[in-house]
Every structure is written in C-alpha cells, then in structure tokens.
C-alpha cells in the first residue's frame, strides 16, 4: 500500500489550520501540494531576504516577456506585457520554435525552430511581417542562439561535432567557429556578457552542470574557466545588462531555485538565493537590470513569474500558456494588446454514457490498440480518447509504438494489493496506465531513459524516449544525466541511495512526460515511505505510472463507473482503516466518512 510522507500530512494539518482560523487566507503552497487544486491556484511567496530598494517592489517592469511555451501541442513563441499580461504569438508559421533571444536594437528575435525538418537557427524582425531567415545549415541540430552587445554575432549550441558545443557566427550566418571543440562533454545553453568579453554557457566536463566561460574573443580552441566550482547542480546563466552580476539556477540549497552573484575578476561572490518555491528555472534579466523573469513549476503548470533583482516576493504574468520553458526581454513595449486563449484540438472527449438506472456515468471501454503485459485492456471511457490520441502522437514523434504494449491499465474491483502497490489505485478507475519499464526492438536498445526532479520536497522522473531517427528530424539532444538503477548503481556506487546518474548519451530523444502531460496524463512522485521506499526497492519509483484525474478524488473516480452498491464494501472508512490506512489518506481520496471520523470535516470547504 502506498502511504504517504509526513511532509504531505504536515500539508493537510497546514491546510486544517488555515481553514479553521483564516477562511479568506490566500492559497497558499501547502494547500496546493495537498489539493493539487486547479491552474489558477498559486502558492504564497515568501522571502528571506531583505529588501534593499523597498521602491522596487512597487515599480512597474518595462518592455516586453518573449516567452517560449507550449500551447495546443505546439512549442511556440509569444509576446506578453508583463503589467497588462496581455499575450499575442509570434513566429507562427514556424512552429515548432524555442529559444527565443532578443537582438540589442530590440527590433529582431532570434529563435530556433524545425519548420524544415531539423532544429535551425532562425532571425526574425518583430515588426515585419512574419517572415524569418534561415542562418544554420546541414550541422543537424542548433538551438539557444544569444547576440552579441554589438548584434554583429550570434552564439548558439550545436551537434555538429558528435557533442554539444557552443559556436560563433556572424549575424547573417556565416563564418561559423567552434569555441569548445577540444572539449567532448555537452557544452550549452550560451550567455554573451553585455560587455562583450565573456561568453558564459553550461557544461558537463565536471560530472555535473556547472557554469564556465570562455574569451568571447578566443581563438578555438577556447581555455574555459569554472564558475560555479562546487559540488551542485549550476546552469542557465544569465548577464545583468551591466555585466557586473551572473543569475544562474543552482541546487546548492537542495532545491532549484534562482540565485544572483557578483562578477568579480573573472570569478562569481557573494551568490544569493532569490527564489523559494522548489522548481525555478530559466531566468532573464529586464533592460534596466531591476528585474528578474523567471519559468517556475507547479505540479500541473510552469508559468513566468517576475522578481525583484533585490529579492521580494515573485509576481505572476498571467493570462498565458500553461507550460513555459523559457523568457527573453525586449526592451520595446508589446506589439497589440489582446486576450490569449488556449484552446484544445489535441482530442476530443467523447465518453461511453451508461444506462439509465445503472447506477454509474459511463462505461469502461475497451482499447484494442493496447495490449497489456497481464490485466485488463480497458479504461474509463472519459479519458480513452485522450489515451488514443497519446498514443498516435508519441507514435508519430518517436518513430514507433511505444504505447502498444504496457504494463498495467484497469484492475479488478476486488484486486487486493501488497505493500508496492495501493488497494485504492487510480487504476480501478480505468484512469491510470503503467508504461514498459524499458524500450528495446531490432532496431533500439536501451530505448527508455529516465530524469530524476526532486521538486516541492518529492522525487519525479522524466521519461525520455530514443527516436527511431537519429538525424535530427526527431527529437532533441538530452541534456540532463539518466539515472542509473542498476544494483551496482543502487547498491555500490550509490550506497542504498537508489542509484547515481549515468553519463549524458549522445542522440535524439523525445520527451514523453512533457507529451503526456499535453494530453492530460500526469507522472506521480515515487514512494519514500517505510513500507516502500524507491531507493531500497526500484518498484517504488514509479516512472512508468500516469494518470488522468480530471480533479476528482478516488472515489468520485470511482462513482463514474461503479454503482455506490459495487463499492460498499471496498470503501467501507472503518474497514480499511483496520486495514492499515490512515484517516487523512482516507479523506484525500474522497471515502464516505462515517459520523466517528467527524473531526477530518474539518478539512472541507
């Protein structure tokens, strides 16, 4: 059975406390890791560190966010005023695009995108008609492009080399100069310094993501110093527009989150913590250097905030995409102004209704394209559209089916489980799905790797899958470390600490957590309970289970296509209470409370 930690039942108590003695108490952090309430809900921001400018906190950023997200199934680039939170799209016709880079005059973005078939470097006026030039050519895949102060060159990552590199180019695209060739670690993610000294960039060659930079005017190849000189996770630099401080991410305080430190005669001081919510990322700094934006990860979204670059508490852009990965800012206000909407043509929900007087909403619905490894091939009829439409998606992105074999969908309604698995399983509902632990066929092995993200004080994996072409036309280059659950990796090298990370592998992968989620599938976190703990028992982690909630509690789950008479006696509160669960899980998942459990009514709206 899977109980959870005392971390989630300190939520649920946060919850009560508020509830009882603050009814009009903003949602706060605690709430949401227990409620996983809707998009609109967001934690309370609170900072540690002092304010040294409190004028900053009630000044209004200036220019524009040009955001990379996903919307429809697409990665597209966008437009948003960051006081009016209006958005428009941008670069359109050339989706799939990312890695959005503003040009110093303000009036080009530069951006990658695969409207040809590989990952190019694309430039683009942002008041033009739409219309981009190609820059890259034949070096399979190209991303991140950031100009230089002058806006002559531009620095970009690169595959043409059997690794990832950081290159130079003029801004039409020609003379093209490797800068870490000699290097054979992944080098990415440039940041050219507004002086034009330093270009600043993530690398690998230590064994973990630290921060280096080289002479933006070096001859290849380049000598890189380390910024970052630690033991920590460090990437995604980024320059004050005064080249006097780097904002960079860091797990150094064992959660990722934006940090700023000074640039001192090539070395980084005094590095201090601006953002406390467990998953920040991908910071930008504003013209003026008095802002930071910022993508931060909610378990449902990954929305821009915006920070002071003295600390305080983080605001919201709202009014746009869900999933965010990444921000540049322009110094130009906001081209039109208008609402953005985010629709969806991905599927159609089309549930089997079931009989009057059946006592349930809607049948279980058999899938015939899925074959399971033992269980039954059926889900709730509510979310098999979206199942289907999954599957012909990843089918379509990775080159084959991965979804055609798995290994768990509906169970039996009387399934009793042991300690790896939960009586109350989302798969009585017919909405979860175990996936194949790996991928191999005739023409992939070891086809399946897996990200570990200790996010909001629980460990997640990504699950990346290898594309069946590895010439750039499908996938990305992988640049996190796989984890390792090897035994020698849990047991030997990793001491009981469920493994250690592998080397980053050369070639294309597609991301199937991101794909799932487009389509309603959400990963859950791994168990780190004493009956069953991920890094003593590899059945813990979990990678391979989604499921699709649509915010229900178990129960209500259940109530779509069981009659209340079918779970009389698996949700009897008394009897699974005996049986070892305890009462706040009980009230999680939505079981009828009997008048004895009286006092977790507490916990309702």
């Not at 967001?42 to 220019?63: A, F, H, K, R, V």
């Amino acid at each position: 059975m899977r109980v959870f930690s005392f971390r989630f039942l300190f939520g649920v108590i946060t919850l009560s406390i508020l509830v009882l003695v603050a009814p009009a108490f903003p949602n706060t952090f605690a709430a949401e890791e227990v409620t996983r309430p809707s998009a609109e809900t967001e934690p309370l921001y609170t900072s540690p560190q002092p304010i040294s400018n409190p004028q900053s906190l009630i000044s209004l950023p200036s220019g524009r966010l040009i955001v990379s997200a996903e919307s429809d199934g697409k990665w597209t680039l966008f437009a948003a005023d960051p006081n009016q939170h209006a958005w428009q799209k941008l670069a359109a016709n050339y989706a799939p695009a990312r890695d959005p880079a503003i040009a110093p005059d303000g009036k080009t973005l530069a951006f990658r995108s695969k409207r040809e078939g590989t990952w190019e470097i694309y430039t683009m006026a942002l008041e033009g008609n739409g219309n981009a030039t190609r820059l890259t050519r034949g070096m399979i895949y190209n991303g991140a492009p950031v100009w230089s102060p002058d806006g002559k060159r531009i620095a970009f990552e690169s595959y043409a080399r059997g690794d990832l590199d950081i290159w130079v180019m003029n801004a039409d695209g020609k003379q093209l100069v490797n800068l870490t060739d000699r290097e054979k670690a992944h080098d990415f993610a440039p940041a050219w310094s507004p002086d034009g000294k330093w270009i600043a960039f993530t690398s690998w060659r230590t064994g973990t993501k630290q921060i280096f930079i080289v002479a933006a005017d070096c001859k290849a190849p380049c000598q890189a110093i380390n910024l970052s000189q630690n033991k920590f996770d460090e990437h995604s630099p980024a320059w004050s527009p005064d080249s006097t401080k780097l904002a960079f991410v860091s797990d150094r305080e064992g959660q990722r989150a934006i940090y700023v430190a000074d640039f001192v005669n090539g070395a980084l001081q005094n590095a201090r913590r601006l953002t406390f919510s467990g998953w920040d990322d991908a910071p930008a700094w504003s013209p003026d250097g008095k802002w930071i934006a910022f993508v931060s990860a909610r378990p449902t979204r990954q929305p821009i905030y915006i920070v002071s670059a003295e600390g305080g508490i983080p605001r919201l852009v709202e009014n746009g995409p869900t999933i965010a990965v990444s921000v540049a800012w322009s110094r130009e206000g906001i081209v039109s102004t208008g609402e953005f909407t985010n629709g969806n043509t991905l599927y159609q929900e089309q549930p089997d209704l079931a009989p009057a007087g059946s006592g349930r909403l809607y049948e279980l619905r058999r899938i015939n394209t899925i074959r399971l490894e033992s269980g039954l091939s059926k889900v709730n009829s509510r979310v098999a559209d979206s199942l289907l439409a999954l599957q012909a998606r990843v089918k379509q992105e990775v080159g084959y089916d991965f979804l055609a074999t798995v290994s768990d969908l509906l169970r039996p309604i009387d399934y009793r489980c042991d300690n790896t698995c939960d009586t109350l399983s989302w798969h009585k509902s017919g909405r979860a799905v175990d996936t194949r632990l790996d991928y191999s066929d005739a023409r992939i092995s070891s086809g399946l790797e897996v990200v570990r993200e200790d996010r909001h004080g629980e460990t997640y994996w990504r699950v990346y899958l290898r594309a069946n072409a590895q010439d750039g036309t499908q996938g990305e280059p992988l640049k996190d470390a796989p984890w390792d659950f090897s035994y020698r990796a849990r047991w030997i090298v990793g001491k009981g600490e469920g493994g250690t990370r592998k080397p980053v592998p050369y070639g294309f992968y597609v991301d199937f957590t991101e794909l799932a989620r487009q389509y309603g599938w959400e990963r859950i976190s791994a168990n780190d309970s004493e009956d069953l703990d991920w890094k003593t028992n590899k059945l813990g982690a979990e990678y391979w289970h989604y499921q699709k909630t649509h915010g229900l509690a178990w129960y209500q789950a259940m109530r779509e296509v069981y009659s209340e008479a079918e779970l009389k006696s698996l949700t009897d509160w008394n009897i699974l209470a005996r049986a070892g669960y305890d009462p706040y899980l009980l009230f999680l998942k939505g079981i009828p409370m009997p008048p004895a459990a009286w006092r977790w009514n507490v916990l309702g709206p």
